[in-house]
């Protein structure tokens, strides 16, 4: 197996990603034998949001890195004490890597796992600051502490079948879903969602699933309003210049809302007449503003300790001017950090396999080749309204 070859997507430096050649995957950690861990064969595998955060340069991630956190594959190797996971499985990989052991773990908050990043908690492939993991946008990776990481698909064809919705089980969907149940979205709930990315429309249609009445989802991009009106959202185009709660009280009679999800993040821009300029607090102020008293803002948009891209001084450092007081006063509860992916992607995959969300297609799916990596990069940061889901194999397309 050692000798076979691997292919992965490369950050070469801002603006740039190519396909090379790169070590097959060896059940080890460092010096060390990792034999709790399995090596898979990929069939799916996603570009994401955070990635071309890196790829623009937005991070400090260096030139080399093997991208790629969302992973869906088939097990060809288990390690010796792997004791449930079996060759020929075929799983889904949640973006976090977490060992199962430490006291983070053992509370299910694994996207904080103590044990797998050096350098902070919480670890994930192929992405910076993240604890070195080599990424999944490949033919082939390792995923250690399999028996605990990885979720496996009850039916092998049945999960093929369905594959362009299972592979959003990784990151984006229970994200998504994560930036709602945190935002206290529930059955009649009024919803806005910024942001009409692949997190952001992941988000719009958990809403839905989760029951709310209206869900209000705000860009800037008019091919992804579409997106979002197609499976019966309300879309707000912010580059009008009225405000925000004038714009939704259109909508909903009413200048508030019970929930808001932030699925935009540190790169956010700012509204109406200045919807070109960076404004990396816009979204979370927004969301004080037009959050009723007592509601819950869901963040599951990255924020980062780092940004050499930014234009203001303070936002290298992840500072950011908020409004916080707003918050304090109405009361306001907010929620941060890594979707702890493992806390919902179980129930999601039934929801998938018994047909109570279409997920793929509310975030429109793309199928590409590997070497089509960079198109679909480049794509995806001039706006396109799809999910870039890589096929390394042909699997899927077979």
Same mark, same amino acid.
């Given at each position: 197996?050692?000798?076979?070859?691997?292919?992965?997507?490369?950050?070469?430096?801002?603006?740039?990603?190519?396909?090379?050649?790169?070590?097959?995957?060896?059940?080890?950690?460092?010096?060390r034998?990792?034999?709790? +861990?399995?090596?898979?064969?990929?069939l799916?595998?996603?570009?994401?949001?955070?990635?071309?955060?890196m790829?623009?340069?937005?991070?400090?991630?260096?030139?080399?890195?093997?991208?790629?956190?969302?992973?869906?594959?088939?097990?060809?190797?288990?390690?010796?004490?792997?004791?449930?996971?079996?060759?020929?499985?075929?799983?889904?990989?949640?973006?976090?890597?977490?060992? +199962?052991?430490?006291?983070?773990?053992?509370?299910?908050?694994?996207?904080?796992?103590?044990?797998?990043?050096?350098s902070?908690?919480?670890?994930?492939?192929?992405?910076?600051?993240?604890?070195?993991?080599?990424?999944?946008?490949?033919?082939?990776?390792?995923?250690?502490?399999?028996?605990?990481?990885?979720?496996?698909?009850?039916?092998?064809?049945?999960?093929?079948?369905?594959?362009?919705?299972?592979?959003?089980?990784?990151?984006?969907?229970?994200?998504? !879903?994560?930036?709602?149940?945190?935002? +206290?979205?529930g059955?009649g709930?009024?919803?806005?969602?910024?942001?009409?990315g692949?997190?952001?429309?992941?988000?719009?249609?958990?809403?839905?699933?989760?029951?709310?009445?209206c869900?209000?989802?705000?860009d800037?991009?008019?091919?992804?309003?579409?997106?979002a009106?197609?499976?019966?959202?309300?879309?707000?185009?912010?580059?009008?210049?009225?405000?925000?709660?004038?714009?939704?009280?259109?909508?909903?009679?009413?200048?508030?809302?019970?929930? !808001?999800?932030?699925?935009?993040? !540190?790169?956010?821009?700012?509204?109406?007449?200045?919807?070109?300029?960076e404004?990396?607090a816009?979204?979370?102020?927004?969301?004080?503003?037009?959050?009723?008293?007592?509601?819950?803002?869901?963040?599951?948009?990255l924020?980062?300790?780092?940004?050499?891209g930014?234009?203001?001084?303070?936002?290298?450092?992840?500072?950011?001017?908020?409004?916080?007081?707003?918050?304090?006063?109405?009361?306001?509860?907010?929620?941060?950090?890594?979707?702890?992916?493992?806390?919902?992607?179980?129930?999601?995959?039934?929801?998938i396999?018994?047909?109570?969300?279409?997920?793929?297609?509310?975030?429109?799916?793309?199928?590409?080749?590997?070497?089509?990596?960079?198109?679909?990069?480049?794509? !995806?940061?001039?706006?396109?309204?799809?999910?870039?889901?890589?096929?390394?194999?042909?699997?899927?397309?077979?």
């Open positions: 197996m050692a000798s076979a070859s691997n292919r992965g997507v490369i950050f070469q430096g801002a603006g740039k990603v190519t396909v090379e050649t790169i070590d097959f995957p060896k059940l080890a950690l460092g010096e034998r990792c034999d709790h +861990g399995v090596i898979l064969k990929i799916t595998t996603n570009i994401c949001g955070s990635d071309q955060h790829v623009r340069g937005r991070t400090t991630a260096p030139q080399g890195l093997v991208l790629g956190h969302e992973i869906t594959g088939q097990v060809i190797e288990c390690g010796r004490d792997v004791e449930f996971i079996s060759v020929g499985d075929v799983v889904s990989v949640p973006f976090n890597i977490a060992c +199962g052991r430490c006291r983070n773990c053992k509370e299910g908050k694994t996207g904080i796992c103590l044990n797998v990043n050096p902070r908690p919480g670890a994930a492939y192929g992405y910076v600051d993240m604890g070195g993991w080599v990424g999944g946008q490949a033919e082939y990776v390792m995923v250690p502490y399999a028996d605990f990481n990885l979720l496996k698909f009850p039916d092998r064809e049945q999960a093929m079948e369905k594959i362009t919705d299972l592979t959003l089980l990784s990151d984006i969907f229970p994200t998504g !879903f994560h930036g709602c149940v945190t935002a +206290g979205v059955p709930s009024i919803v806005y969602i910024a942001g009409a692949p997190v952001g429309l992941a988000a719009a249609a958990s809403a839905r699933l989760l029951g709310a009445a869900v209000i989802v705000g800037m991009i008019p091919e992804r309003l579409r997106q009106k197609s499976f019966g959202c309300e879309a707000i185009d912010l580059r009008q210049d009225a405000s925000l709660p004038e714009m939704v009280a259109e909508i909903t009679g009413s200048p508030e809302v019970d929930a !808001f999800v932030d699925c935009v993040g !540190f790169e956010a821009h700012g509204c109406g007449h200045d919807h070109g300029h404004k990396p816009t979204v979370l102020n927004s969301a004080m503003d037009l959050t009723r008293a007592g509601g819950q803002i869901g963040i599951p948009g924020y980062v300790t780092e940004d050499p930014a234009e203001d001084k303070a936002a290298q450092t992840g500072s950011l001017s908020l409004r916080f007081g707003l918050g304090w006063a109405k009361s306001h509860s907010f929620h941060t950090g890594q979707c702890p992916v493992m806390r919902y992607n179980r129930a999601l995959m039934q929801a396999l018994f047909d109570r969300v279409d997920i793929a297609k509310a975030v429109n799916v793309e199928l590409i080749t590997l070497d089509d990596a960079p198109r679909g990069y480049a794509d !995806f940061d001039g706006g396109a309204a799809k999910k870039f889901v890589i096929d390394p194999h042909g699997s899927v397309a077979a």
